[in-house]
């Protein structure tokens, strides 16, 4: 296990962006530092700014005000957004607008072809891959004929094969049903312990809870960040930021207004019988 | 509560050249009853999307069949009369927003149901109403300028502006944030109290119509597995997880009150059951 100072980080210091032809300024003045070994989920209302941040780290968008030092590297600098593609692999909403390939293996080993790696690296990258994400069995088959749950962990292994230090994943569990997403939140938890840094963005507050660290954004800035007790656990803030509280959140609220306070707030329902029985 | 629409025994499977057809729904009944929110909920590719377009008469199943009141639905002038009680809102209806602007868009439908002047006015503004969208500020906007939220709504009014006996809605909260949800929940509530409409819900994500919707239509595999409420839900009667999906936290939280034998009246109701807690705690703190 290498120690905190051998990783990697992703560094937002000051980022602003305007899109171009917008009157209004998308992000405004964020300062954020993401490290590697870490699970983060980023949060907030549509329009927040959240896959506008998520495209300005790994150099899909270059800063309008302010700076990103993604693994070190100034995205600012044309030049060097290859490099950065390597570092920080994205997965998207939709899973139907990523596959290009006619299989899954053809489709995994895209990323590491356009690197220009050697065919057995490819081959080695792509068979880690498909076991890490456990859709080994899937190599040989099209990727358009599989499930939505099961294009999107094609689509994560296309970014693994890229070798990445951090994974952005921008809502990539939104069309999914439950037994999918679980499957993919149970794989960031894998990354993260691997040593990957993953960026989850996300409009549910219980993949969320699972983070180590969460971010909210709210037009355009940082309106909260830090452990998901901290930042999700009031539930009258919660709502201010745009997002829906969990109900043991709502409830631990009512206990304390009803002058029965649950140290530390509750986020799912065994919290809440934990303090019951405490 | 009087039965609006039901289906008995039916089948559908989309026609695949060259193999044989792949059964995309087999043998579902159902029956919804005037001005009830009921949900179809499975996990992907469970079938449901066929379901909600054959529940809107946009599929002609391939063997049994739908009844529109007592009405058996048979033959074409009888599916054409069916079609105009049912609307049908699509998954990710803004991409099917074209008109170059929203009170245009909203008044296609309408327009092509012949309506005409006034009438036409009056239903397009009508329908924004329901759906919170202010045609002072909008109307006259392309809506390709619109927010997520606002387009969704857009295209809901468009539908509601047919005034539909039967809605039915496929993943309507997809990609929506908490208050586009909300707001879209509320559009659907005062259209069913407005005009007693049935309301139907497809949906992978029960956290999403749990307080809306009194009982669930559960799909699985082209298969529908039966019809609960939500108690039988709570109570665990079924293996939500098999079938790809969750219980919601309000009802997880529901189910461990039952299994603690901590009674609450209203279970959708925050401070009634933090009053239920708070009791609780305090009389087993005495022990």
Partial sequence: MRGNEGRLRIQVEGLSFTYPGASGEALRGVDLEFEQGRFYALLGRNGSGKSTLARCMNALLTPTGGRVLSCGIDTAEGSTRRDIHKLLAMVFQDPDTQMVATTVEEEVAFGPENLGLEPPEIRRRVDDALRLVGIAHLAGRQPLRLSQGQKQLVAIAGALGMNPAFLLSDESTSMLDYSARHRVLELFRDLRSMGMGVIHVTHFLEEAAEADAVVVLDEGRVVASGPPAKTLGDPERVRSLGLEPLAATVVAGELGRLGHPVPGGALDVKELVTWLNA | ?287
Avoid at chain 2, 98 to 125: C, M, S, W
Avoid at chain 2, 149 to 178: S, T
């Fill in chain 2, 1 to 287: 509560m009087a039965q609006r629409l039901r289906l008995e025994d039916v089948s559908y499977s989309y026609p695949l050249p060259g193999r044989e057809d792949a059964p995309a729904l087999q043998g579902a009944g159902l029956s919804v009853e005037s001005g009830e929110v009921f949900c179809i909920a499975g996990a992907n590719g469970s079938g449901k999307s066929t379901l909600a377009q054959v529940c809107a008469g946009l599929l002609v199943p391939a063997s049994g069949q739908i009844l529109y009141g007592e009405e058996a639905v048979v033959g074409r002038g009888a599916l054409r009369g069916f079609r105009r009680k049912v609307g049908l809102l699509f998954q990710s209806p803004e991409d099917q927003l074209f008109a170059d602007t929203v009170a245009k868009d909203i008044a296609f439908g309408p327009r092509n149901h012949g309506l005409k002047g006034e009438e036409l006015k009056a239903a397009v503004v009508g329908a924004a109403g329901l759906v919170g969208l202010s045609l002072d500020e909008l109307g006259a906007r392309s809506p390709f300028s619109l927010s997520g939220g606002e387009k969704r709504r857009a295209a809901l009014a468009g539908v509601l502006a047919l005034e539909p006996e039967v809605l039915v809605l496929d993943e309507p909260f997809i990609g929506l944030d908490f208050e586009g949800r909300e707001r879209l929940k509320s559009a659907l509530v005062s259209y069913r109290e407005e005009r007693g409409a049935s309301i139907i819900i497809v949906t992978h994500e029960l956290s999403d119509v749990w307080p809306l919707a009194t009982r669930f239509a559960l799909l699985s595999k082209g298969r529908l597995l039966g019809v609960k409420d939500k108690s039988d839900l709570i109570s665990g009667d079924t293996d939500l997880a098999a079938l790809g999906m969750k219980l919601p936290q309000w009802g997880e939280l529901a189910r461990e009150l039952l299994r603690l034998g901590i009674p609450v009246a209203d279970q959708s109701d925050p401070l009634a059951i933090a009053g239920a807690l708070a009791s609780h705690r305090e009389a087993t703190g005495d022990r």
